[in-house]
């Protein structure tokens, strides 16, 4: 029961958050291509090349890598809260799997909200000089990409950790985080970290002023009520 709601709650946090972070992002994406629009020249670069050898190689030959990247996220989570991981394995023949002692919908849903290539990118970004700044943009938006098109592919109904959590709620929250991983992505494209905090809070306000406004509306449709 507890756990139950405890989804909820985190669904509705999800909810409001997809808002807020949606209108920080296109407020960064904006500015970005006002103020700095070199920036997004190699990051969709990447993006349209990973695209492109997607539809006329990979989409052939590289299932294996989508399959190790995909359960060592599962990997990585199940450690981060300390479960004990039984089994890790993956092949090319499609097959992969990870066993651990004890779950929860986050190591569950990881794979699917979590671009680990990209994290890695935007981890070592700003400790990058300046004048690389170009390349890693471009690989922000391959492997960003690879990330996206593999959620298409693994996304659906008959998926067991998608039906373990049930679709609506793997929606929600895959949707949001992936939102979040989008926005952090352009706001780091400048090439540091204050940035990418400028995006964070500004996902915060939003949020913040999307629940004071429905707050607002419940008190005035609950005087009305009353009166």
Same mark, same amino acid.
């Given at each position: 029961?507890?756990?139950?709601?405890?989804? !909820?709650?985190? &669904?509705?946090?999800?909810? +409001?958050? #997809?808002?807020? $972070?949606? %209108?920080?992002?296109?407020?960064?994406?904006?500015?970005?291509?006002?103020?700095?629009?070199?920036?997004?020249?190699?990051?969709? !670069?990447?993006? &349209?090349?990973?695209?492109? +050898?997607? #539809?006329?190689? $990979?989409? %052939?030959?590289?299932?294996?890598?989508?399959?190790?990247?995909?359960?060592?996220?599962?990997?990585?989570?199940?450690?981060?809260?300390?479960?004990?991981?039984?089994?890790?394995?993956?092949?090319?023949?499609?097959?992969? %799997?990870?066993?651990?002692?004890?779950?929860?919908?986050?190591?569950?849903?990881?794979?699917?909200?979590?671009?680990?290539?990209?994290?890695?990118?935007?981890?070592?970004?700003?400790?990058?000089?300046?004048?690389?700044?170009?390349?890693?943009?471009?690989?922000?938006?391959?492997?960003?990409?690879?990330?996206?098109?593999?959620?298409?592919?693994?996304?659906?109904?008959?998926?067991?950790?998608?039906?373990?959590?049930?679709?609506?709620?793997?929606?929600?929250?895959?949707?949001?985080?992936?939102?979040?991983?989008?926005?952090?992505?352009?706001?780091?494209?400048?090439?540091?970290?204050?940035?990418?905090?400028?995006?964070?809070?500004?996902?915060?306000?939003?949020?913040?002023?999307?629940?004071?406004?429905?707050?607002?509306?419940?008190?005035?449709?609950?005087?009305?009520?009353?009166?």
């Amino acid at each position: 029961m507890l756990n139950y709601i405890g989804k !909820i709650f985190f &669904a509705v946090l999800c909810s +409001l958050g #997809i808002i807020g $972070f949606v %209108r920080a992002t296109l407020i960064f994406l904006g500015n970005t291509s006002l103020q700095n629009p070199q920036t997004m020249i190699p990051f969709l !670069i990447g993006s &349209a090349f990973y695209l492109v +050898l997607w #539809i006329f190689v $990979f989409s %052939r030959r590289e299932r294996f890598w989508s399959i190790l990247e995909h359960e060592l996220t599962h990997l990585i989570f199940a450690t981060l809260f300390l479960k004990r991981v039984h089994t890790f394995y993956a092949s090319r023949d499609g097959d992969g %799997r990870v066993e651990v002692e004890g779950d929860n919908f986050i190591i569950a849903l990881s794979p699917y909200f979590f671009p680990l290539l990209t994290v890695v990118i935007l981890l070592i970004k700003p400790s990058i000089s300046s004048q690389f700044q170009f390349i890693l943009n471009g690989l922000l938006g391959f492997t960003l990409m690879f990330h996206f098109v593999y959620l298409l592919k693994e996304f659906h109904p008959s998926q067991p950790d998608l039906k373990k959590n049930g679709m609506l709620f793997s929606i929600i929250v895959v949707g949001f985080f992936n939102i979040f991983f989008v926005g952090v992505c352009i706001a780091a494209l400048a090439g540091n970290w204050s940035d990418v905090g400028g995006f964070v809070m500004t996902g915060i306000a939003e949020c913040r002023f999307m629940l004071e406004n429905i707050g607002r509306v419940v008190f005035q449709e609950t005087q009305s009520f009353l009166i």
